[in-house]
């Protein structure tokens, strides 16, 4: 799960770091986001149920179930780490989507006036 953090970072820095992209490699950085996005969700998957076991747990010990989710919310941080850096990381894409669009609106407008 590291690592593929670690490239969702890299990725997102070099989109930060630079305005000059070609279409190509807007596409080709928007490919690499959204595959090591999708990557993540299978361990969200996994750490969202091993929560939710923990929830249970708790539960079944006679917490209630606000203190069963804040208990499980410290012994499984992975989950809030994920959701939050997914979230954002999504809304990055999306800002790369529309820097793509903007992008081709700009080479077709080149094209006419040529």
């Known amino acids: 799960m590291r690592e593929v953090l670690l490239k969702v970072d890299e990725i997102i820095k070099q989109y930060n770091e630079s305005n000059n992209f070609s279409p190509t ?59 939050r850096k997914m979230t954002q990381a999504n809304k990055v894409f999306e800002g790369m989507r529309s820097h793509l669009s903007q992008l081709k609106i700009e080479m077709q407008n080149m094209d006419l006036h040529v």
């Open 25 to 83: 490699e807007l596409s080709d950085m928007m490919r690499q986001l959204s595959t090591n996005l999708y990557f993540l969700e299978s361990h969200r998957v996994n750490y969202y149920k091993l929560f939710h076991e923990q929830v249970r747990t708790l539960k079944n010990q006679g917490w209630s179930i606000n203190a069963a989710e804040n208990e499980a919310e410290v012994k499984i941080p992975e989950l809030y780490e994920l959701r």
